[in-house]
């Protein structure tokens, strides 16, 4: 089979931004944080039981607005707010 240079640098242009779509999404990072982390962090205690965070100001904040607040997915099971990087 004899094909044409022109021919195999086109296919190579149309395949190219599929293959950089795919290798982008297998890069992606995510970071995982304990909400109980993310609470001590900024001067709280979490209480596992309730799943909120109690500041010295006697505000209390649950763990899932917390997260939310951040633009981060919540994770009840694990009690851990999740980033996309």
């Given at each position: 089979m004899n094909q044409q240079?022109?021919?195999v640098l086109l296919a190579m242009a149309l395949a190219m931004p599929l293959v950089v779509a795919l290798t982008g999404c297998a890069g992606k990072k995510v970071i995982v944080r304990a909400s109980s982390q993310m609470?001590?962090?900024h001067?709280?205690?979490y209480s596992q039981e309730t799943?909120?965070?109690?500041?010295?100001a006697a505000t209390t904040v649950s763990?899932?607005?917390a997260c939310q607040d951040l633009d981060g997915v919540y994770l009840p099971e694990q009690q851990w707010c999740?980033?996309?990087e």
């Open positions: 240079p022109g021919n609470c001590v962090a001067g709280g205690r799943k909120q965070c109690t500041f010295a763990g899932q607005k999740q980033f996309d």
